[in-house]
Structure formats: structure tokens, C-alpha cells
């Protein structure tokens, strides 16, 4: 039995290292020609999407480029309206003149029984004007008022103390409220240039 099989053993071990034949040879490079071809093509695929990705990520980032400097853009607007916001006398604290009759009235902004008021020797008395002595939409005007915004004086003080962003703390005032504010502020002046310095 132990010479079975060890005639078993060396049958295995000729059959292994004996040379195939051409008929075996011819088909295993077959199979291997077919194998790299089918790689190749794999490779030609994956280059393809490769270069595909490739396009799309340069549209990606021309179009967050592009984004990124509309946001740019847009600070530097923001900053500019700052500094002119802040030549405006309403946040630059220029003093008034003495004696300066207030406009009565509701439509000025004034005491609303009607009489004129008088501030002997006082630099802020447009300070005591009402929010709708100012041109502006009623909706933005009632978003002041419901903030308690109810005079000059105090939403003066509420943009100086808040800064670029005073327009945030306020419901319903947004940017374009902001923007029409401060346009009313400025043509506020323009109006009552007793309030300005001499």
C-alpha cells in the first residue's frame, strides 16, 4: 500500500512539471490576451470618468470663485455704507443750535397736541422727534415703533450702540429697511439744517 502510494506521489509531481503542450500553451496566452484586453479597456473607462470628473470639478470651483467674490463684493459694499453711514450727523454727534423751535404736529414728528416746543440752549433736539417725523414706508415704520423705537434720539443711540449690524436686532427691518433708514435720516438733514453745526 505505501508503494502505491508513492508511485500516486511521483505520478502528481510528473504530471506537474511536465512541459504543456502546444495546444495548452496556445490558449493559456488566449485567455492572458484577452485578460489585458479587458483590462485595458477597464483602464480606458476609468480614464474617461477620470476626465470627466476632472471638467466638473473646474466648474465647481469657477462657479464657488465666483461666489466667493460676490461675497467680497458685498463686505466691501457693506463697509463703504458704514463709513458713510457714519458721516451722517445722526452718528457723528454734531452739535445743534440753542434755541431751536421743534416743528409741531404729528406729520413732523413733533408733539402730537400740536404746540411748538421749545429746547433753550440744547444740542439734541432732534433727539425728541418721532420716528415718522422720517419718509418712510409704514411697515418699516411700525417695525421701529414695535422695536420702541419711537424717536430720533433713540434709534440713534440704538444704531450706535449695536453698529453695522443695528438693522438685525430690529423684526422686519432687513437690508433694503436699513438702507431706506438711513436715506431718510440723511434727507432728515437735509431738511433741518438748524440741527447741524453752524
Known amino acids: 500500500m505505501a508503494k502505491a502510494q508513492k508511485t500516486n506521489g511521483t505520478a502528481k509531481k510528473a504530471k506537474a512539471s511536465r512541459k504543456p503542450t502546444k495546444g495548452e500553451s496556445l490558449q493559456e496566452i488566449t485567455e492572458l490576451l484577452t485578460s489585458i484586453e479587458k483590462k485595458e479597456e477597464e483602464v480606458e473607462l476609468a480614464e474617461l470618468e ?4 476632472r471638467e466638473e470639478t473646474k466648474a465647481t470651483r469657477g462657479v464657488w470663485l465666483t461666489r ?6 458685498l463686505v466691501r459694499a457693506r463697509k463703504r455704507w458704514a ?3 457714519k458721516q451722517q450727523p445722526l452718528l457723528t454727534g454734531k452739535p445743534l443750535k440753542a434755541d431751536t423751535p421743534q416743528p409741531s404736529g404729528s406729520e413732523t414728528g413733533g408733539p402730537l397736541d400740536g404746540s411748538t416746543v421749545m429746547f433753550p440752549e440744547s444740542k439734541d433736539a432732534w433727539k425728541a422727534y418721532s420716528t415718522d417725523s422720517l419718509t418712510l414706508q409704514a411697515k418699516t415704520l411700525a417695525a421701529l415703533q414695535e422695536a420702541g423705537l419711537t424717536t430720533l434720539g433713540k434709534l440713534s443711540d440704538h444704531i450706535r450702540d449695536q453698529g453695522d449690524w443695528w438693522a438685525r436686532e430690529i423684526k422686519g427691518v432687513g437690508e433694503k429697511a436699513a438702507e431706506e433708514i438711513a436715506d431718510a435720516f440723511a434727507a432728515f438733514w437735509k431738511e433741518h439744517p438748524e440741527f447741524c453745526e453752524a
Open 50 to 53: 477620470l476626465e470627466s470628473k
Open 83 to 85: 463709513e458713510e453711514a
Open 68 to 73: 466667493v467674490n460676490e461675497l467680497r463684493e
